[in-house]
């Protein structure tokens, strides 16, 4: 059976973090799965406009961290900062990261990372625009492709997407071998 990946994601979501992200991890063998509060199709955003829509597989209020092997959440302003205010979905950052299995978040999505109480002594990275507001939850800060610390991944903007989908492979690889051991 394929490791699966939870991606969660509402109306707004940034197109590419989403869409290159989950085909990179399909194509290396991982089963994703969209996640979200809303139930049928969400939109993207891409570039200055509402992009294409996507499906969603299952209701937030239908999973749990413990049928998943890792955690996506792809940025876009509009989507953290509405999934944010979500409990059942900062609930679900929380036990990912009680798992400690591998928690990806680029551009904004590590806004639910601070919501969730997770990055306090722990280095990240973002969008320039929610530094600050991971700085004041506790996080150390980098402006770095990508940032790995512990089973925290994360990336600055769609320009980071390959490294960031690499370092996720890479993480959920190394889950694959430290299990089978």
Request: aromatic share 4%; net charge negative; proline share 6%.
């Amino acid at each position: 059976m394929p490791q699966r990946v939870m991606i969660i994601a509402t109306n707004g979501f940034e197109q590419s973090e989403l869409e290159k992200p989950r085909a990179s991890l399909e194509q290396a063998g991982f089963e994703t799965v969209v996640v979200s509060p809303e139930d049928g199709e969400i939109k993207g955003w891409d570039n200055k406009d509402w992009g294409a829509p996507v499906k969603v597989d299952l209701n937030v209020s239908e999973v749990s961290a413990t049928d998943y092997d890792a955690l996506l959440l792809p940025g876009g302003q509009m989507n953290p900062d509405i999934l944010r205010m979500d409990d059942r979905v900062v609930q679900l950052v929380k036990d990912f990261d009680d798992a400690r299995k591998p928690i990806a978040a680029i551009c904004h999505g590590p806004w639910l990372l601070a919501e969730a109480g997770i990055v306090k002594g722990r280095t990240v990275t973002s969008w320039p625009s929610i530094r600050t507001d991971l700085r004041n939850a506790g996080a150390t800060v980098v402006d770095t492709e990508v940032s790995s610390d512990g089973n925290l991944i994360t990336s600055r903007n769609p320009d980071d997407i390959p490294a960031f989908s690499q370092a996720l492979i890479a993480a959920l690889n190394e889950a694959k071998v430290s299990e089978a051991a």
